[in-house]
């Protein structure tokens, strides 16, 4: 049984940053493109991050490019979303992603405060 954990949110004031951890267990996690998302209040879910599970290519969506840096630890199976320079529109529930499968993490919850 798949199953992926995500840890790290928080409140923080904008500028401030956080370190978005999801670990996963139950899978072979190495051959897994890997992807944040993120669910604001009163909007669609949105991809945020995605890092391939061969070279460890990041893509970000635009929004957040320059400030979130994403990475992978194959060997402690857990993906990492470094967010800097937070701003309150990054405010909203994050959750982790396998790509292509339906497995999804609970999410957890970053609030950015002006």
């Known amino acids: 049984q798949v199953q992926l954990v995500e840890s790290g949110g928080g409140l923080v004031q904008a500028g401030g940053s956080l370190r978005l951890s999801c670990a996963c267990s139950?899978?072979?996690?190495?051959?897994?493109?890997m992807g944040w998302f993120r669910r604001a209040p009163g909007k669609e879910r949105e991809l945020v991050a995605a890092?391939?599970?061969?070279?460890?290519?990041?893509y970000y969506v635009d929004s957040v490019k320059g400030r979130f840096t994403i990475s992978r630890d194959n060997d402690k199976n857990t993906v990492y979303l470094q967010m800097d320079s937070l701003k309150p529109e990054d405010t909203a529930v994050y959750y982790c992603?396998?790509?292509?499968?339906?497995?999804w993490g609970k999410g957890t919850l970053v609030t950015v405060s002006i």
């Open positions: 139950g899978g072979t996690f190495s051959v897994y493109h």
């Open positions: 890092i391939t599970w061969t070279d460890g290519k990041p």
């Open positions: 992603n396998l790509l292509g499968t339906g497995y």
